[in-house]
């Protein structure tokens, strides 16, 4: 009879696999320019920045902390209203403490999670509003001027689109006490890095 | 081993395979599928089309019932027209402002997801139809070359703003849905307004 193999076979493809997959290849590198490179510039710059990434972040949680219909309409609000921001940056209309506004973003809004502030909503609107405009025009002044404009202005809306739907994911948490915490927790976080970059500016 | 662990460990070689690093093939999009599917893809290749039929199909699958006859009927008859217009050379391009506005029209409208009233709603599909079609004209080769990349493309328009006007009539149901539509009617209204503003400042 023969003996039953202790060897488990997917385990082992899946080992030897994992293997592969770390194997190290040439890099090919390429010039990046054009419509891809417009696309990958604009969607990374929101990506790139902290103090983006949390304001984002906070605002998809705040929306899912005051509920329906805050929950869709600060993420509707927010990307129009920072597109008018990022058309000022483009236009070269100057917005003095863009980056002091950026950081108060991140601090007022991860304050407003952190303490559950739930205020109606066109302040709520008007508040992620203002902000919007702040990092519109970080955006649209930086855009380098090799990418494509178009593809630029594509990515980096997709790319704050999914931060918030990000935050509000994870916003989603609050119907449970435990989740509710965390998300505080979360607001907390946001709001001390807002201050750290607050603070920065300041001293600097 | 439990039948869900088995499950994992079965598809985790392919997964992994999927994730396996690459060298990249950079290639154009139209080259080498031929005349008639060059054009089916060219409203894919510029992305102004892109946003613009964008709002157009999602706009058009947003309302409930889905009736497409219509609107489609007037995009098909327009783009028609105007994909023939670009044979006679009397327009050459199209302001990319002009087909970014009506994007940026589009998107607002399904961003608020207004119930439209008839004459909007055609108008808009008559314009954007217009404006696609003048944008598209072949510029090289000649007669039998340009009539299949001209029938390609006109395929191609329809084909798109059908297929996201059904895909979107899809998400109707429940109010999550809907609403997920109505942030991509906010993403494809502020990338308009971000491209508005580049191109006011090359002007």
Redo the contacts between chains.
Sequence with gaps: MNKPSTVNRPATLSLLLLGLWFLPLTASAHQEKGTVWGFTSGFLHPLTGLDHITAMVAVGLWGAFLGVPAMWVLPVVFPVVMAFGGALGVLGAPIPGVETGIALSSLILGICVAFAVRPPLWVAAVIVGTFAIFHGHAHGAEMPHAANAMTYAIGFVIATGLLHLCGIAFGLLVRWPWGKKLVRVGGVAIALVGFGFLFHFISA | ?NYKA?MW??W??VA??L??????S?HTVVSGVGDFFGGVLHPLTT??HV?LLLGLGIYLGQQVPLKLKASLFVFVTVSALALGLTTTGLVKTVPPPLIIGLALLAGVLV?LEIPPATWISRGLFALAALAIGLDSAVETGTGWVVVKTLLGTWTGLIIIVADLAFYSSKFTKW?WQR?GL??A???I??????????????S
């Excluded at chain 2, 994730?19 to 990249?24: R, V």
């Design positions: 081993m088995s460990l079965r985790l070689p992994l395979l994730a396996l690093p690459a060298s990249a950079a992305p102004a946003l961003a109010q609403v109505r942030v009617g906010s993403w209204t502020a990338a308009s307004l971000m491209i508005l503003a580049f191109a006011l400042r090359h």
